[in-house]
């Protein structure tokens, strides 16, 4: 077995893994904040919240999960190339990477809600969220979740923007 390999991925594995635990962590609180609610608030009595919760913390798993692997190829580049230190370099692009990827999950997140709102103009989604209507949870999950799945590939392109990439030189003969 190649050591060199067995500890890149094992280092992958342990990036992944903390990333998903600080982004979900994150997108727990801002969801308790929006919706200013009590964590207790949150309890088997309101499943209809609970469903809406879990589609949008799956909707930001999704959409980050396809910007790791980019991550990790930008960090194999910098290993090589790296102008400064390893570590910094690192940092730093993950870090540019994770932001702006959250800030558009975000966008998504309020784009689908606000589209669910215009097409059911007679229904106020929050007041029913916190009533419990089941409905209204399954139909706004569904949504950020279809829509997330359709503009992940968009989103991991953009954030590849910012990652460094290879320099391919045209050789002509």
Do not use: C, W
């Amino acid at each position: 077995m190649n050591t060199d390999v067995f500890y890149l991925a094992l280092s992958q594995l342990v990036l992944s893994i903390v990333l998903a635990i600080i982004i979900f962590f994150i997108s727990y609180k801002v969801l308790i904040k929006i919706f200013k609610l009590k964590e207790e608030n949150l309890n088997d009595s309101n499943l209809a919240l609970s469903i809406f919760f879990s589609g949008i913390i799956f909707s930001t798993g999704y959409l980050l999960s396809g910007i790791i692997p980019s991550i990790i190829g930008a960090i194999e580049m910098l290993k090589i190339h790296a102008k400064e230190n390893l570590f910094v370099e690192v940092l730093k692009y993950s870090s540019i990477s994770l932001f702006v990827g959250f800030l558009l999950a975000g966008v998504i997140h309020f784009s689908a809600f606000m589209l669910t709102k215009s097409l059911t103009k007679h229904v106020d989604e929050v007041s029913e969220l916190r009533k419990n209507n089941l409905a209204v949870a399954i139909l706004l999950a569904t949504i950020i979740i279809s829509i997330t799945i359709i503009a992940k590939d968009s989103l991991v392109f953009l954030i590849e923007l910012f990652l460094p990439q290879p320099v391919v030189t045209e050789y002509t003969g």
